[in-house]
């Protein structure tokens, strides 16, 4: 199994880049284009996943999906979160159902 240094790498490189001119820094760039931007960038490359699925080409799908991660990785250190907030809610879940787990944040 892989560790998640690289994801950690590279959330610390997003943070660092958020002082960063937006004419140098891609990051700094989505960043400074705010939440709406982010979730815009979010959102076409979750279609291009798809899509790469529905191809059923590994390669694409893989390259799809580091480019998704890497972009909700953005939206994260907008909102002050990082990758361990995420791991920390996975490991939260582990070994609950999917059904128990969503209907327990159904509210009232």
Known sequence: MKDLTIIRRLAETIESRK???SDSSYV???LCGGRDEI???I???AAE???ASK???KLHITRETADLWFHCLILLAHH???PDDVLDELERREGISGIDEKAS???G
């Open 49 to 51: 996943v798809l899509l």
């Open 28 to 30: 700094a760039k989505l």
């Open 43 to 45: 959102a076409e490359e």
């Open 80 to 82: 002050g979160l990082g």
């Open 105 to 107: 944040r159904k509210i």
């Open 19 to 21: 002082s960063f001119n």
């Open 39 to 41: 979730l815009k960038k």
């Open 55 to 57: 191809d059923g080409d």
